[in-house]
């Protein structure tokens, strides 16, 4: 119950019902902050109990500095959790692990339970390997059941035995599709003793792309599986009060321009802007102009220009969603009711207080892609051969794109500055026009083979994989139907896609395939080989399915470099498929041009894709759809009933689902047998009171690795090599390398994901230079081995580790298994130049110190090689954790480097997480002691 200091407990009334709620204007100095800090501002209020949220972090929240990087920590209680299966099995396997501990510790292992409603979608487990071909769909569905029976027995057995916990079957849709459409309530309603309670929904997710729900004016963010299991089991989470970007929306789209232009767009001007660990408020009179889906869609791909959340504020769009996702008309009003009464209801006029205010004119947004390696660096289409070739010849990307707007218009602007980006859109922006061709050379290397009957060649730069796919752009009817209606009228000129593409369609819910149906567009889709392959991530996590076996071959053969195109959010080395070089993000109508173009040397926008029965040539621009033809198919097919009928039974799942008898127990059976579900170790020899902290003292460098180094080259992700420690630890428990499934499929078995930590295959670890992949030398004089094999060396020498790394450790997804592998490898510290926020706090809930080197320090600029070994001191005896530590690293020829770096612990409940060993081993105390 609220302290309610403020006295700002009331009631609102809509219709016949009062609900209890919360006034932000009982606290001066709220209604001057960004809609994303008034609900926190809200969340604070409700929860104050005067122990844990305090008055005084409603003040400081009241008080706000938007230029203040040093701003006080509040307390965050999250009104719910999303989990999908990657992510949601390993907290599944915690939460059981945790009853066991409890149980052996003398608790009572009921106490182990989710405290608040928690969602947890089975959407990443499907994988493509059938494609282009009606029985696509069921035949995966079998496999994806076939291969994960096991874990889908364990969160059937947790659905049973938990509190507060449902979980959505396999094959239904992808978590933040099915937030967006049917679980967010943008307003929540919880009943009290004092009748209903009506407060802004929040949740926490435990898949960087949760922010998609701020389109919808939800605030939610994405954390790992750890700090999201404590948010389960009702630990509020320590924040510091963010800094807030304002973002200006103006104007409206152009014909000719989709969503995922915008997004790229957006993306792009913020990583340049640097937003990480800021939260962006959109606002302006473009808002109004921004549906709801496109909005989705801009929340979405927070994480890749590093922004915890990017959010709308409701409004006549919001209400509008909602009734067509089939919302009930009481909550409708309640949504708009609440918003108005308390301040979060969109004005085009007001202007809140922002720490800096960007701007964008949607009309300067041009069709775009973005690659071949990271989501951030836009290629706008009309270059986009130019640059291919110049990535081709060795370029960097700003250096490829900017040759070829140089050569467009004779004029160039500094990378990094952000105003410059806007006005080289605004300048640039001409849709359907291209420059001049590249006359550079670029390699050639084409590879004879026979698809289908009939011969041909494959060369760098054909593209091998053109997949519809990802929450991003699915969720979306717009850029979906653009994508049929193209797919129709390319099918209706006589073209087909060419025969060495992987093609495949994978929407975020079954509301696609039904209002696909509706407009009569699956069978030109299928005719292009988009048939229906799953309801889930498949390409943009890396279930992509093996490549079609002959290009496989003639890629392996020529050592090619080809590339994926895909409508997802992520294109990280080595994510999309192991034999794609370069992977491309575009919109789903350019996913399927490019399939018909079948390389990514085409230029899409002056050369012909084909030719029509009559040998006319077919440009893009002859079977682009108009706005007004996609709005016109939009209006007639999309209906509330789909929502309402797909989501009636979301629950329900297949006759494999239904089929599995579990026994009723508190605690889980383990089986020793398994090979996707084992008991994890993180609690041995655990006792009620933590061990003293310690220095870390003749530590050895696990790996040194260089700036921009993501969780998915640290996580275990992707499909197992055979020959990998994975592979060998698989194959030695009699697994089959065809039923070896994915990295992913298997995170509730830490003896394959350790094996898997630090293993991508482009991973460069500067200790063993000039090879790519997760290999490193124990030290002083060891050779070559993998990194899991010279873990289990040092383990058994007793030897503590550390990473060494530059800039922006740990970006990308939220994945838990990087701070979970990493700990489990024996590192104990992460020594960075600066680190991305969701990795830094999951090393934290897993017991790994984060440091960071002083500005102008680096591994390169102190002169360390990762050879030394290293002391960290300061931390003996410290209380509270200190702020700054000393570190020496001893050279093997006797030389040494002293330097002084930053603890980055940045909250005192972080502070308690590394002392009592991790997040787990804390919040299990906390309830053996209560």
């Keep these: 119950m609220s302290q309610n200091s403020f006295a700002a407990q009331d009631r609102l009334q809509v219709a016949d019902t009062a609900y ?45 500095d938007p230029a203040g990087t040093d701003n006080p920590e509040i307390q965050f209680t ?29 608790g009572d292992p009921q106490r182990i339970n989710p405290l608040i409603p928690t969602d947890l979608v089975i959407d990443h487990s499907v994988i493509a390997d059938v494609f282009g071909r009606p029985d696509a769909y069921l035949r995966n569905a079998e496999l994806e059941f076939e291969r994960n029976r096991e874990r889908y027995e364990l969160l059937r057995w947790a659905q ?36 209903p309670l009506a407060y802004p929904d929040t949740l926490v997710g435990t898949d960087s792309h949760t922010p998609m729900i701020n389109g919808l004016g939800v605030l939610g963010w994405g954390v790992g599986g750890i700090e999201a299991e404590a948010a389960m089991l009702g630990q509020p989470m320590s924040m510091l009060i963010p800094q807030v970007v304002g973002l200006k929306l103006t104007g409206e789209l152009r014909e000719g321009t989709t969503a995922t ?183 050639t290397n084409p590879v004879p083979l026979s698809l289908g009957g009939a011969d041909t060649t494959i060369d760098h730069g054909h593209v091998v994989i053109a997949a519809i796919t990802s929450c991003t752009n699915t969720s979306n009817p717009s850029v979906m139907i653009a994508a049929g209606l193209l797919a129709k009228n390319a099918v209706e000129r006589g073209l087909r896609s060419k025969p060495w593409v992987k093609t495949s369609l994978a929407p975020g819910s079954r509301v696609v395939t039904d209002y696909y149906e509706r407009a009569g567009l699956t069978p030109y889709l299928n005719e292009l080989g988009f048939d229906l392959v799953g309801y889930g991530c498949t390409t943009c996590i890396g279930n992509s399915g093996p490549l079609i076996p002959e290009v496989s071959d003639a890629v392996a053969t020529g050592d090619l470099n080809v590339s994926a195109v895909l409508s997802g959010n992520r294109n990280f080395e080595g994510r999309i498929h192991a034999e794609t070089k370069m992977n491309f993000l575009t ?48 209006d007639a097919v999309v209906e509330a009933d789909m929502f309402t009928k797909g989501y009636s039974d979301v629950l329900v799942g297949d006759d494999n689902w239904r089929g599995m008898s579990l026994a009723d127990s508190a605690v889980f059976d383990w089986q020793e047998d398994s090979t996707y579900v084992r008991h994890p170790p993180y609690f041995e020899g655990m006792r009620r009171d933590p061990d003293p902290v310690q220095d870390i003292a003749g530590a050895r460098v696990l790996a040194h ?45 830490h003896d394959v994901m350790i094996r898997g930590t630090f293993a991508n295959v482009r991973l460069r670890n500067k200790l063993v230079p000039g090879v790519e992949g997760g290999f490193t030398r124990v030290l002083p004089d060891g050779e070559q081995s993998s990194i899991f094999d010279a873990a289990m060396v040092y383990a058994e020498q007793g030897t503590p580790l550390v990473v060494l790394a530059g800039s922006d450790y740990g970006s990308g997804s939220s994945r838990d298994w990087a701070a979970k592998g990493t700990m489990l490898l024996g590192v104990r510290a992460v020594l960075a130049t600066s680190f991305e926020r969701i990795h830094r706090s999951n090393l934290i809930g897993m017991g790994v110190l984060p440091l960071q080197f002083a500005d102008g320090d680096s591994p390169e600029a102190l002169g ?63 309830l053996l002691s209560d």
């Design 705 to 749: 690795l260089g700036d921009s180094v993501t969780t998915d080259h640290i996580s275990p992700a992707g499909s197992i090599l055979p020959s990998s420690p994975a592979g060998e630890y698989l194959k030695s428990h009699g697994v089959k390398v065809r039923d070896f499934n994915s990295y992913g499929s298997r995170r509730g078995n």
């Design 587 to 634: 919109s789903p109508p350019l996913v399927i041009a490019y399939a018909l173009a079948g390389t990514m040397h085409a230029d899409l926008l002056t050369e012909p894709l084909g030719r029509d029965a009559d040998g006319v040539d077919v440009y893009l621009k002859d079977i682009w759809p108009t706005g007004a033809q996609i709005k016109t198919v939009v």
């Design 78 to 106: 999250p009104a719910r959790v999303l989990m999908q299966d990657f992510t949601g099995v390993p907290c599944v396997v915690d939460l059981v692990a945790m009853r066991n501990a409890m149980t052996e510790l003398g």
């Design 261 to 443: 232009d915008l997004v790229l767009t957006v993306a792009e001007l913020l990583r340049r802007t640097r937003v990480v660990g800021k939260f962006v408020d959109f606002f302006g009179p473009g808002v109004g102009n921004v549906p709801l889906a496109t909005r989705a869609t801009l929340g979405n791909m927070s994480p890749e220009y590093g922004s915890t959340v990017t959010i709308f504020p409701i409004d006549d769009e919001t209400l509008d969603y909602l009734r067509l996702t089939g919302r009930a008309p009481e909550q409708v009003a309640l949504v708009e009711a609440y918003a108005k009464e308390q301040g979060l209801w969109h004005d085009p006029d007001h202007v809140p207080e922002y720490s800096q205010v960007v701007e964008l004119d949607l009309g300067t947004v041009e069709p775009s892609l973005a690659g071949p390696r990271r989501p951030q660096d836009r290629i706008p289409l009309r270059v986009a051969q130019h640059t291919f070739r110049a990535l081709l010849n060795g370029k960097g990307v700003e250096e490829a794109v900017q040759g070829g707007l140089d050569e467009a218009s004779g004029e160039s602007f500094p990378a990094s500055d952000p105003v410059a980006i806007s006005a080289r859109i605004e300048r640039d922006a001409l849709p359907f026009t291209a420059p001049g061709t590249d006359p550079a050379q670029w390699p």
């Design 160 to 195: 049973q035995s938990f509190a507060d916990f449902q979980v959505v079957p396999p094959n239904t849709g992808i978590c933040h599709q099915v937030n967006l459409e049917y679980l967010a309530r943008t307003v929540f309603v919880r009943q009290t003793p004092d009748g």
């Design 864 to 926: 360390l090689d990762g050879t030394e070994t290293y002391l960290i001191s300061g931390l003996a005896g410290a209380d509270p954790m200190p702020r700054e530590v000393e570190v020496r690293a001893d050279a093997d020829d006797g030389g040494s480097r002293e330097f002084t770096m930053t603890v980055r612990i940045d909250t005192p409940a972080e502070a308690a997480y590394y002392t009592h060993g991790g997040i787990l081993q804390y919040v299990l105390r906390q």
């Design 20 to 64: 209890e709620i919360y006034r932000l204007d009982a606290v001066p100095g709220l209604d001057r902050l960004p809609y994303s800090l008034k609900v926190l501002a809200e969340n604070l209020l409700r929860n104050e109990d005067g122990r844990v949220v305090t008055a005084e972090q409603v003040r400081a929240l009241a008080a706000w």
